[in-house]
């Protein structure tokens, strides 16, 4: 009104992570390069600004049979928590979070006398990232053991930090970018927990999953990423 | 006075026996230490026996004189008050010296009377008790009692004597001891600061390296023993006639400072506007003015003094190094003891370093007459380095024992907490000691501006009031004002209240509806954001009024897009009608024109239809606005006018 800059108010306080979406993306019949293509080719058209790279690896280990019941635990990297290691230990229904620093994947390599790492399973979602207003886009190439498995689009609306909140507004972006594909409904991890505050590990949990269903896919598509 | 005992003092060959336990073996009182034992030998002396012999020497003298008496009437006959004249003179001449005595102790500079333990006039009473019951024993000892009284008064005045003479000999050693021992004054001095013997002399250390500085230069001094002789040759040389009058004990200890740390240091501060000083800082460790640097000044204060001297040098030089390492859009410039760096536009911060190393050069400092010294950035700069000390010595602990030293404790939790990337780049960011002082200059700066806005706005708009609260409680880069624009008189009908944060570069302002607003650091800005905040002020509480008068608002506009183009902000409007609906009032206010009040009449209550207008209905349309000329209203204020206005129509109608 007064042509004073109305600029947006930037937060001081060191933001908390925003509401985090993740999605797969069906690559149809073309090739995952190709669909990732497709998608930056979007993702640019709406006004969006490369920032740099991202990726989210999960390696699993699982406890010798002398330890009792099996367990798993998976050990998750994620780009955007560079100083962090995540891990879950899943011991029969019950899953455990935990985040550590970087030394926790010392601490794994000392205990591989009890818990072995799985063979041929790491698991890694890999690709640039976007940033577009208050949203910050990331297109992942998943590979499970270096073979090509799928795609995964991660949105993240930084603002907001309660899933409730904001996710009519993640859903109508969500549409805008994907089209068909766009999920329907929250995740299933996050449909527990729409009141609650969203940390960064509960986009560890939703990694893991998708990760879960893609080891588990047959074969993936056949296609080598390099 | 003849019955006094000899008494012989020896010390036991071994200590006393306390206990003998059962199996044989003697625990031993420990030994008394020196001072004990004087107090206990001191107890012990037989002042009697010294009186003694003056009491017979005066006897003998009362002897000769008696039998020259009478060997010599004619003298005695000449002098027959001699003797009474006599003892009246010493008398006189005792109380005389005990006057200069109780003068001089009086002083507390010379000469300190210490208690002294007085346990054999206790037994005194004791005896008097003893003759009492003698006495009440019978009357056939009467003799034996006026014997024993004589004893007692002869054992009294012989211990007050004693005592007496105690204290005179323990006040002339007190005067002999005006120069403090050497050794008590090395402890003094040990007390405080750090010394070391280096073979044959002792060093000692000003510097402020054990407290985490790492600043190059040493701060190294020697103490050496004073020499008598020039002691009491140096205060005539003195080149200071001002000085302080040689009345103080000399200290047996002398420190010798090297030359670059001698001398008086501060470091000013200057907030410069086209030649002009804004504010000004001066940093002195001391806190008051600059100390004379007379060569008799006691060491404490000198070791004070060159403390004060390597501190300010070691902030000046950090502050230099900054200025050159920091790469500003305008360059910071360090010419000789001067650090220049602008802080905003035409404005610079000029930090000098002011070391005068004699009392000559003292008339060359600038003069304390600057009253504008500002006490925030005089602090500031001290704290700054001392946290940087404080940093030094205090690392966090690593976290496992055996991980990195010197990642900050928020570093260590950056992990578990899963900071993400920017709060990481954050933590790796640190802010040097010039941009610190820059921040909080222009902080400073800025608050000045919008106090100075502020103040001049309230002081020209006098209809609606503006009054501004500060913020007591602050931070050196950020500070907060709310403002309130209310009518006075009218402070329960419409209030508009402002949150203005004072940042380092730029205010940000809250406005009633919840809307930011970000300037800059022009004043104009904020002056013309609370010019259209007193507009809509009017406004607002032109229509709020018109509510509790029961008129009707019909519409209201921030923004009005009609009229002649405002400079700044647009015009905003209102339309008010009264609760019959047959009078309408309009309201306009231009940030710089003012407000405009018009009124339009319905026509009269009776219609006679013309050709032109058949129906009474289209009367209601409302006439022409006709302006209403508030300058010849009555009322004290805008709202004050507004409710008469209002008031007159209703009653009309």
Same mark, same amino acid.
């Given at each position: 009104?007064?042509?004073?800059?109305?600029?947006?108010?930037?937060?001081?306080?060191?933001?908390?992570?925003?509401?985090?979406?993740?999605?797969? +993306?069906?690559?149809?019949?073309?090739?995952?390069?190709?669909?990732?293509?497709?998608?930056?080719?979007?993702?640019?058209?709406?006004?969006?600004?490369?920032?740099?790279?991202?990726?989210?690896?999960?390696?699993?280990?699982?406890?010798?049979?002398?330890?009792?019941?099996?367990?798993?635990?998976?050990?998750?990297?994620?780009?955007?928590?560079?100083?962090?290691?995540?891990?879950?230990?899943?011991?029969?229904?019950?899953?455990?979070?935990?985040?550590?620093?970087?030394?926790?994947?010392?601490?794994?390599? &000392?205990?591989?006398?009890?818990?072995?790492?799985?063979?041929?399973?790491?698991?890694?979602?890999?690709?640039?990232?976007?940033?577009?207003?208050?949203?910050?886009?990331?297109?992942?190439?998943?590979?499970?053991?270096?073979?090509?498995?799928?795609?995964?689009?991660?949105?993240?609306?930084?603002?907001?930090?309660?899933?409730?909140?904001?996710?009519?507004?993640?859903?109508?972006?969500?549409?805008?970018?994907? %089209?068909?594909?766009?999920?329907?409904?929250?995740?299933?991890?996050?449909?527990?927990?729409?009141?609650?505050?969203?940390?960064?590990?509960?986009?560890?949990?939703?990694?893991?999953?998708?990760?879960?269903?893609?080891?588990?896919?047959?074969?993936?598509?056949?296609?080598?990423?390099? | 006075?003849?019955?006094?005992?000899?008494?012989?003092?020896?010390?036991?060959?071994?200590?006393?026996?306390?206990?003998?336990?059962?199996?044989?073996?003697?625990?031993?009182?420990?030994?008394?230490?020196?001072?004990?034992?004087?107090?206990?030998?001191?107890?012990?002396?037989?002042?009697?026996?010294?009186?003694?012999?003056?009491?017979?020497?005066?006897?003998?003298?009362?002897?000769?004189?008696?039998?020259?008496?009478?060997?010599?009437? +004619?003298?005695?006959?000449?002098?027959?008050?001699?003797?009474?004249?006599?003892?009246?003179?010493?008398?006189?001449?005792?109380?005389?010296?005990?006057?200069?005595?109780?003068?001089?102790?009086?002083?507390?500079?010379?000469?300190?009377?210490?208690?002294?333990?007085?346990?054999?006039?206790?037994?005194?009473?004791?005896?008097?008790?003893?003759?009492?019951?003698?006495?009440?024993?019978?009357?056939?000892? /009467?003799?034996?009692?006026?014997? *024993?009284?004589?004893?007692?008064?002869?054992?009294?005045?012989?211990?007050?004597?004693?005592?007496?003479?105690?204290?005179?000999?323990?006040?002339?050693?007190?005067?002999?001891?005006?120069?403090?021992?050497?050794?008590?004054?090395?402890?003094?001095?040990?007390?405080?600061?750090?010394?070391?013997?280096?073979?044959?002399?002792?060093? %000692?250390?000003?510097?402020?390296?054990?407290?985490?500085?790492?600043?190059?230069?040493?701060?190294?001094?020697?103490?050496?023993?004073?020499?008598?002789?020039?002691?009491?040759?140096?205060?005539?040389?003195?080149?200071?006639?001002?000085?302080?009058?040689?009345?103080?004990?000399?200290?047996?200890?002398?420190?010798?400072?090297?030359?670059?740390?001698?001398?008086?240091?501060?470091?000013?501060?200057? /907030?410069?506007?086209?030649?002009?000083?804004?504010?000004?800082?001066?940093?002195?460790?001391?806190?008051?003015?600059?100390?004379?640097?007379?060569?008799?000044?006691?060491?404490?204060?000198?070791?004070?003094?060159?403390?004060?001297?390597?501190?300010?040098?070691?902030?000046?030089?950090?502050?230099?190094?900054?200025?050159? #390492?920091?790469?500003?859009?305008?360059?910071?410039?360090?010419?000789?003891?001067?650090?220049?760096?602008?802080?905003?536009?035409?404005?610079?911060?000029?930090?000098?370093?002011?070391?005068?190393?004699?009392?000559?050069?003292?008339?060359?400092?600038?003069?304390?007459?600057?009253?504008?010294?500002?006490?925030?950035?005089?602090?500031?700069?001290? #704290?700054?380095?001392?946290?940087?000390?404080?940093?030094?010595?205090?690392?966090?602990?690593?976290?496992?024992?055996? %991980?990195?030293?010197?990642?900050?404790?928020?570093?260590?939790?950056?992990?578990?907490?899963?900071?993400?990337?920017?709060?990481?780049?954050?933590?790796?960011?640190?802010?040097?000691?010039?941009?610190?002082?820059?921040?909080?200059?222009?902080?400073?700066?800025?608050?000045?501006?919008?106090?100075?806005?502020?103040?001049?706005?309230?002081?020209?708009?006098?209809?609606?009031?503006?009054?501004?609260?500060?913020?007591?409680?602050?931070?050196?880069?950020?500070?907060?004002? &709310?403002?309130?624009?209310?009518?006075?008189?009218?402070?329960?009908?419409?209030?508009?209240?402002?949150?203005?944060?004072?940042?380092?570069?730029?205010?940000?302002?809250?406005?009633?509806?919840?809307?930011?607003?970000?300037?800059?650091?022009?004043?104009?800005?904020?002056?013309?954001?609370?010019? /259209?905040?007193?507009?809509?002020?009017?406004?607002?509480?032109?229509?709020?009024?018109?509510?509790?008068?029961?008129?009707?608002?019909?519409?209201?506009?921030?923004?009005?897009?009609?009229?002649?183009?405002?400079? *700044?902000?647009?015009?905003?409007?209102?339309?008010?009608?009264?609760?019959?609906?047959?009078?309408?009032?309009?309201?306009? /206010?231009?940030?710089?024109?003012?407000?405009?009040?018009?009124?339009?009449?319905?026509?009269?209550?009776?219609?006679?239809?013309?050709?032109?207008?058949?129906?009474?209905?289209?009367?209601?349309?409302?006439?022409?606005?006709?302006?209403?000329?508030?300058?010849?209203?009555?009322?004290?204020?805008?709202?004050?006018?507004?409710?008469?206005?209002?008031?007159?129509?209703?009653?009309?109608?």
């Amino acid at each position: 009104m007064l042509g004073f800059q109305n600029q947006k108010n930037v937060c001081k306080i060191i933001c908390m992570m925003g509401v985090t979406i993740l999605t797969q +993306f069906p690559t149809g019949n073309r090739t995952g390069p190709e669909t990732v293509e497709v998608l930056s080719k979007r993702i640019l058209a709406l006004g969006a600004a490369q920032q740099g790279q991202f990726l989210v690896d999960c390696d699993t280990y699982t406890s010798i049979p002398q330890l009792g019941p099996q367990r798993t635990v998976h050990v998750l990297h994620n780009s955007e928590q560079p100083a962090t290691v995540f891990s879950l230990l899943e011991s029969g229904n019950k899953t455990i979070p935990l985040a550590a620093d970087g030394l926790f994947d010392l601490l794994m390599m &000392k205990m591989s006398s009890f818990y072995t790492p799985k063979k041929q399973t790491k698991a890694e979602s890999k690709g640039l990232r976007y940033e577009i207003g208050d949203f910050c886009v990331k297109l992942g190439t998943v590979t499970v053991s270096s073979n090509f498995k799928g795609i995964l689009v991660e949105v993240e609306y930084r603002p907001c930090v309660v899933p409730a909140m904001c996710w009519d507004l993640l859903k109508e972006f969500l549409q805008g970018l994907l %089209g068909q594909s766009a999920p329907g409904n929250l995740p299933a991890y996050l449909q527990n927990r729409v009141q609650e505050i969203y940390s960064p590990i509960d986009t560890i949990h939703q990694y893991l999953e998708h990760f879960t269903l893609f080891r588990k896919s047959p074969g993936g598509m056949g296609l080598r990423t390099q | 006075m003849s019955y006094s005992v000899d008494i012989s003092v020896e010390a036991p060959i071994e200590n006393q026996i306390q206990e003998i336990t059962y199996d044989g073996t003697e625990i031993y009182q420990p030994p008394l230490t020196i001072s004990e034992s004087l107090a206990k030998y001191a107890q012990k002396i037989d002042f009697s026996r010294v009186s003694d012999v003056d009491v017979k020497k005066e006897e003998s003298n009362e002897d000769s004189k008696s039998d020259a008496d009478s060997k010599d009437a +004619f003298q005695s006959s000449l002098w027959p008050w001699d003797g009474v004249r006599n003892k009246l003179r010493s008398a006189l001449q005792e109380v005389c010296v005990l006057a200069d005595v109780l003068a001089i102790a009086k002083e507390k500079r010379y000469l300190v009377l210490d208690p002294v333990q007085q346990e054999p006039l206790e037994t005194k009473p004791m005896v008097q008790i003893y003759a009492r019951k003698k006495a009440l024993a019978g009357n056939y000892i /009467c003799n034996s009692l006026t014997f *024993l009284k004589l004893c007692i008064v002869g054992a009294a005045n012989v211990l007050l004597a004693g005592a007496e003479k105690l204290k005179t000999s323990q006040n002339e050693a007190a005067r002999n001891r005006t120069t403090m021992d050497f050794h008590i004054e090395l402890l003094r001095l040990r007390q405080n600061w750090r010394l070391k013997k280096v073979s044959n002399t002792i060093i %000692g250390d000003l510097s402020y390296r054990t407290a985490g500085s790492k600043y190059l230069q040493t701060g190294t001094f020697e103490v050496t023993k004073a020499e008598e002789e020039e002691k009491s040759s140096s205060p005539p040389s003195s080149p200071l006639p001002g000085g302080p009058a040689p009345v103080k004990p000399n200290s047996a200890l002398r420190v010798s400072i090297p030359s670059e740390l001698q001398g008086v240091a501060y470091i000013e501060v200057l /907030c410069q506007k086209d030649q002009e000083d804004l504010c000004s800082a001066n940093i002195n460790l001391l806190g008051s003015g600059p100390p004379a640097t007379n060569p008799d000044m006691h060491w404490q204060q000198k070791l004070e003094a060159a403390q004060n001297v390597l501190f300010c040098k070691e902030l000046f030089n950090q502050l230099a190094k900054e200025a050159v #390492q920091l790469q500003a859009p305008i360059p910071h410039m360090v010419v000789g003891n001067q650090i220049m760096a602008t802080v905003l536009p035409g404005i610079q911060l000029i930090i000098g370093l002011c070391h005068s190393t004699t009392g000559d050069k003292k008339q060359q400092n600038p003069a304390p007459s600057k009253s504008d010294h500002d006490h925030v950035l005089e602090h500031s700069l001290h #704290q700054l380095l001392r946290e940087v000390h404080h940093k030094n010595t205090h690392i966090p602990f690593p976290h496992p024992a055996t %991980g990195p030293l010197g990642p900050s404790k928020k570093r260590m939790i950056a992990g578990p907490m899963a900071a993400d990337r920017y709060e990481l780049l954050e933590m790796t960011k640190t802010e040097t000691l010039l941009e610190q002082i820059v921040k909080q200059a222009q902080h400073f700066i800025m608050r000045m501006r919008t106090e100075y806005v502020l103040d001049t706005i309230a002081k020209e708009i006098r209809d609606p009031l503006i009054s501004s609260h500060w913020n007591t409680l602050n931070s050196p880069t950020q500070s907060c004002v &709310k403002i309130n624009i209310s009518t006075h008189g009218y402070d329960a009908v419409c209030r508009t209240p402002l949150v203005i944060h004072v940042g380092e570069k730029s205010l940000k302002c809250i406005c009633r509806d919840g809307k930011v607003m970000n300037m800059s650091y022009e004043p104009q800005e904020l002056r013309d954001l609370i010019m /259209c905040h007193i507009n809509q002020h009017q406004i607002l509480a032109v229509q709020a009024l018109a509510k509790t008068m029961g008129w009707q608002a019909l519409g209201n506009s921030n923004h009005l897009g009609t009229g002649s183009v405002e400079p *700044l902000g647009n015009a905003s409007s209102c339309l008010l009608s009264s609760p019959t609906g047959d009078r309408i009032i309009a309201v306009r /206010c231009e940030p710089q024109a003012g407000t405009q009040v018009s009124v339009a009449h319905s026509p009269r209550s009776d219609f006679f239809p013309s050709r032109l207008v058949t129906e009474r209905k289209w009367e209601h349309l409302g006439g022409q606005f006709r302006d209403v000329r508030l300058d010849k209203m009555e009322g004290r204020n805008f709202l004050h006018k507004m409710e008469l206005l209002m008031a007159s129509l209703t009653s009309n109608s």
